[in-house]
């Protein structure tokens, strides 16, 4: 655990960036200190590594005040990963993944073998380990990044605003494979964004600082959206609110009744009567292995056949009851023009079907 007691930060010019922050950070958990530009996430982030020297109060990682660590030792056990990754340009994907290694004394050979398993790691292919950082897109290079703070397995990871220069697609993919490291990993990660939405989907915790204010809220992403302990916290929170706060409600509550599903090759007589008993203007059709594949409109249907050569409108959206948030039900049943979520099991098979009322009726 990484706690903060009562530190401050006042810089030779008298800017305070930090102000009296107590904060405890669990041990294997990640952690986001999240708020706008200027109210000290990474003057408090660098304090932990001694990249900064607080002016007041102490930080102890594991009940052992930072301060009697020596700088370098003390980093051989944290990771650091900055936006745009701060890779040496002139060094290869491979020499930059080993550079901790290297410094530790470890062989070339066994530098290089940790450096390709770590490429795999962050998924990226073997042969990218003899390119030049220059040579490989953003979202490449802050993977290299992680690689390389991962380098020689250090229990605790900082991360300042990684993610941040990379375009909204690239970056989603990159916090998703952060999230499925951290299952295998179990790093103490302390995460810097300005984004609440990274903030939440990454968290076990959140920390909102404010500019001159410090650290305004100290939550789990449930409780913060729930129960914003302030208008600053919920202003930053934003409109959405409501929706962001689904995003954290299992989806696993709702339950899945049989709809009005029909497999491509059903009469369209018996289409219909399905339709009716529903008493609805749409039928999902399936294909023989019960995988969803669109929306029938009924006035639509053919007059004679089967559904096979009915028109579909494609779904937009499916969820799993399991692995999804009320959010993505909410999204799958918006997106249908029957006003139905639809659930599908891991195979993508139907699972059944949720109305909208039953999910606003089954949200907290
Ligand atoms: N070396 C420095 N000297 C003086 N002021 C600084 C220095 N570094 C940061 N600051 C100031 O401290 C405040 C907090 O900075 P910082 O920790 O970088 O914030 P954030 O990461 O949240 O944007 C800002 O007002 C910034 O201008
Ligand atoms: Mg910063």
């Known amino acids: ?137 953003g979202g490449q290079q802050q993977r290299v990044g992680v690689a390389r703070a991962l380098a020689a397995d250090p229990p605790i990871l900082l991360m300042d605003e990684p993610f941040s220069a990379v375009d909204p697609v690239v970056r989603a993919a990159l916090q998703d494979e952060l999230l499925t490291l951290q299952k295998d990993l179990r790093k103490t990660i302390v995460f810097v964004t300005h984004d609440i939405d990274e903030a939440i989907r990454l968290g076990d915790k959140v920390g909102v600082f404010r500019p001159g204010g410090g650290l305004v809220q100290y939550d789990t992403p449930e409780r913060l959206l729930a129960a914003p302990k302030d208008a600053y916290v919920d202003d930053f929170l934003g409109t959405d609110r409501g929706l962001r706060r689904l995003s954290t409600v299992s989806a696993v509550a709702l339950t899945a009744v049989d709809g009005p599903a029909v497999t491509e090759h059903t009469p369209v007589g018996r289409a219909r009567q399905i339709a009716a008993q529903h008493d609805s203007e749409w039928l999902l059709v399936l294909d023989p292995h019960t995988h969803p594949r669109g929306w029938a409109k009924v006035a639509d249907l053919p007059e004679t056949g089967d559904v096979t050569g009915a028109a579909v409108t494609p779904i937009g959206r499916v969820f799993q009851l399991e692995e999804d948030s009320m959010r993505g039900a909410l999204d799958s049943a918006v997106m249908s023009p029957a006003g139905l979520a639809v659930a599908v099991d891991g195979a993508g098979r139907l699972v059944g079907t949720v109305s909208l009322a039953s999910i606003h009726a089954s949200t907290p």
């Open 1 to 137: 655990m990484i706690r903060f007691e009562q530190v401050t930060k006042r810089f030779p010019d008298g800017t305070v960036a930090v102000s009296n922050l107590d904060l405890d950070i669990d041990a294997g958990r990640i952690t986001v200190l999240v708020g706008a530009s200027g109210c000290g996430k990474t003057t408090t982030l660098r304090m932990i590594n001694r990249m900064i020297e607080p002016t007041g109060g102490r930080i102890l990682i594991d009940g052992k005040d930072v301060h009697d660590s020596d700088p370098p030792t003390l980093r051989r056990q944290i990771g650091y990963v900055i936006q745009q990754a701060g890779l040496f340009p002139h060094r290869t994907v491979a020499r930059n993944i080993a550079t901790v290694p290297l410094l530790l004394g470890w062989s070339r050979k066994k530098a290089k073998a940790r450096a390709l398993e770590l490429l795999e790691m962050v998924g990226l292919p073997a042969e990218h380990a003899n390119r030049y950082p220059h040579q490989l897109s």
